[in-house]
């Protein structure tokens, strides 16, 4: 009797705990680095798309920047036209090689030349919110568009506006992704973000942010700061190529749990 009463509570909390859970599983593609005409790069892009459409249990994609290998116009319908064909909605975050306004592609040119090629995606600013199965997912903009460069810069005017959106929703959890990562993955004097204290001097302030995605040294890394799990993932351009996909979990009473798993596209034999 007095094991059938243990096993009971045992199921009660099994089951609290599961009605309590809220679990994502989405793709990343980072540093995809497209160049239209480049058969090459758009093998890759679309084999990316088919494995991510074969996947199961995907909510959306996210491409975290250097999604063109420079910031020619160009080459955004090509690139938006194959991405058009995944099965979920997609997300841009922009990267160094993406934009340059005095070569005619603005960061708000960007957008609105992806908006002309998917009508159904909206974002018109940079930085944005998102959200889906109860999480808040930020998207927050390093890139640099008048002076060129591999470091990232977070203007203040960003930082104000993601301390503004965390303290929105603090009471939920929250995914940052975006384009330079402020922990990163090995050491580089041109690659790092610009006075990154100021960034991290926002975040430490709250609780519910779970990760901060980004792409850009083209590696694999992955650590936990503050309660905060930083994740950098390598170029779609690997060899093999790969792509991310990440699952996280929250269960209430519950620290949060991220998994990662690379994926390696397999390519057509010729």
């Given amino acids: 009797m007095k094991k059938n009463i243990i096993l ?11 009605v309590y859970a809220e679990v994502i599983k989405f793709a990343q593609i980072a540093d995809a680095h497209f160049i239209a005409g480049d058969k090459y790069r758009e093998q890759v892009l679309q084999e990316a798309v088919n494995s991510i ?84 997912f930020i998207v927050v903009d390093g890139a640099k568009e008048v002076i ?25 959890p929250v995914i940052i992704f975006q384009h330079f ?26 609780d519910n942010i779970i990760s901060v995605i980004s792409g850009h040294y083209h590696i694999n890394g992955e650590q936990m700061r503050n309660g905060v799990y930083h994740i950098s993932s390598p ?8 792509y991310k996909i990440i699952t996280v979990t929250t269960t209430k009473g519950f620290s949060p749990m991220v998994y990662t798993e690379l994926k390696e596209i397999e390519l057509p034999k010729e």
């Fill in 181 to 206: 990562p402020v922990v990163e993955p090995k050491e580089s004097k041109t690659h790092e973000v610009y006075q990154k204290e100021n960034y991290f001097n926002i975040i430490d302030k709250y």
């Fill in 8 to 18: 009971t509570l045992l199921s009660l909390l099994l089951l609290q705990g599961a």
């Fill in 53 to 136: 459409n074969n996947q199961k249990d995907i909510a959306f994609t996210v491409f975290t920047g250097d999604n063109i290998n420079s910031p020619k116009p160009y080459y955004l319908p090509d690139f938006t036209n194959i991405i058009n064909k995944l099965n979920v909605p997609y997300y841009i975050v922009l990267g160094n090689h993406d934009v340059y306004k005095n070569n005619g592609l603005s960061k708000t040119k960007y957008l609105e030349i992806i908006r002309e090629n998917n009508f159904l995606y909206r974002y018109n600013k940079p930085n944005y919110v998102f959200k889906k199965d109860g999480f808040v």
């Fill in 235 to 242: 170029t779609l351009l690997s060899t093999p190529p790969v």
């Fill in 148 to 172: 060129p460069g591999s470091g990232g810069y977070y203007r203040e005017d960003t930082l104000n506006w993601l301390d503004k959106q965390l303290t929105k929703y603090k009471n939920e």
